[in-house]
Structure formats: C-alpha cells, structure tokens
C-alpha cells in the first residue's frame, strides 16, 4: 500500500542540470525561430562572405580574398549571436517582464544566464559549420591550430555577452535595440571584419586594435590565415574585455 499523503509522480523542481538543459533548448529554438536574429546571425554573414570575396569591393592586401574574409566574418558571426542579437532578446524579455517571472521559478537566476550562455554556444556552433562550408566552397584554406581558435571563440562569447547583458540589463529596450545595432553596423566597418585596420590613420588604428571585434578578428585571421601560434596579445585583449564586461553585468544588472 502506498503511504497516505504520497503522490506519484511526487511534485517538486527537476535535478537542476536538467532544468539547465531544457531551458537551453528553450532558448535556442525561441532564437532560431525569430526571423530577425537569423537575419542577423545567419544571413548577413554567409551574404557578406560571398559578396565579398566574389566581388573586388575592398582591398583586403594580397592574396585570396576569402582567406582575409573568413576570419574576420567568424567574429562577426560570434558578436552578432553573443552581442547583439542577446542584447536585444534579453532587453526585451526583461521589459515585458519575462525574466522577472523567470527569476521567480525553480530555476536560480545563475542558471538561467547558464542557459543563455549554452544557447549562445550552440547558435555559434552552427554559425561556424555553415560558414567553414561556404568559405571552403569558395576557396578558403585554413591553417593553424584548432585549440587556439576555440580559445579566441570562447574568450569572444565570454566578452560579447558580459558586454550585451550589461546593455540589456542597463538600459531601455528601445534604446538596447538602437545601440545595439548601431554597435554592430559600426564594429562591422571598422572592427578590422573585411576591412583591414592598416587602411585607418595610425591614431584610429592604435585605439580600434584594443576592441574586442578586432582582437577577436585579427587574433583567428593571425592563426588561419598566417598559420600563426597563439596570438597572446589578442587573447589579453579578449581575456581583459571578458572579466570586466562580465563583471559589470553582474554587478549593474537590473531583473526589472
């Protein structure tokens, strides 16, 4: 006989890396569903890398185009996922109240970054499978080492997202959603992603060089473009951008 005031199945929370993993598969349907982040995260860069190595549009210095391009379009691909596109969805949850109600269930407030975090990852994930397809369909012959990729992603994701949920969780969503943009339009044409930073007056180059899509940029087109080791100083550059973007977010952001 079953004891009086037991339940089958017994209510209460799930093991919390299952809650985690749910959550992330939440997350990452709810963003490849959403016409505009795939416009944003998908599209742009697999259009810019084949209009750009088609097309003699800038001068990338020499060489195969795509070997330049495809680098600096795998940092864009991880700011448009880690930066802009989790500014904008996390502005706008925040403002309709989601993450507030979020914040209020079993799931701790840690483990609901966790999960953004892992939706981030796997959006990425596929952001670098179709654009290695099309930059090796177009010609593109990487080199270098894979570890010191991963790490230059890794460090990316790490400082793009400290940096957007510091954004999102600060300001309005409207003007998360203007800045965040502006941010990317600007980033994209100076941030060193198709055009390089020698072509800026040595003064501009000395202060883009110290952004995170420029290290990011420069450090994967150093390993797979000139077979390089790992490129310690935009790692730094990454590393340092990551534990304050991370550190202010955790300190300046708001669940309301």
Do not use: C
Request: overall charge positive; proline content about 5%.
């Amino acid at each position: 006989m079953r004891a009086t005031g037991t339940f089958a199945p017994r209510p209460g929370a799930a093991p919390l890396p299952r809650m985690i993993r749910a959550q992330t598969a939440l997350e990452t349907r709810m963003l490849l569903r959403n016409g505009e982040q795939l416009l944003l995260t998908i599209v742009i860069p697999s259009m810019l890398l084949v209009l750009f190595s088609a097309v003699a549009i800038v001068d990338t210095g020499g060489g195969e185009r795509v070997d330049f391009l495809a680098p600096g379009l795998l940092a864009l691909a991880v700011m448009s996922t880690a930066f802009t596109g989790q500014a904008i969805a996390t502005g706008f949850e925040r403002r309709y109240g989601v993450l507030k109600r979020l914040g209020a269930s079993p799931l701790p407030r840690w483990a609901l970054m966790t999960a953004k975090t892992g939706s981030v990852l796997v959006t990425e994930a596929l952001q670098v499978a179709l654009l290695t397809v099309i930059a090796l369909a177009l010609g593109w012959s990487p080199h270098g080492n894979p570890l010191a990729v991963l790490l230059l992603i890794v460090l990316g994701t790490a400082a793009f997202s400290g940096l957007g949920l510091l954004m999102a969780g600060t300001l309005r969503a409207e003007a998360t959603l203007a800045a965040a943009n502006l941010v990317f339009v600007l980033l994209l044409l100076a941030g060193g992603v198709i055009v390089p930073l020698d072509r800026f007056p040595e003064g501009v180059r000395s202060f883009l060089e110290l952004l995170p899509i420029s290290a990011l940029s420069d450090g994967l087109r150093e390993v797979l473009q000139h077979g390089a080791g790992m490129p310690w100083g935009d790692v730094g550059v990454l590393a340092l951008w990551s534990v304050v973007g991370l550190a202010a977010a955790a300190r300046f952001f708001r669940w309301e």
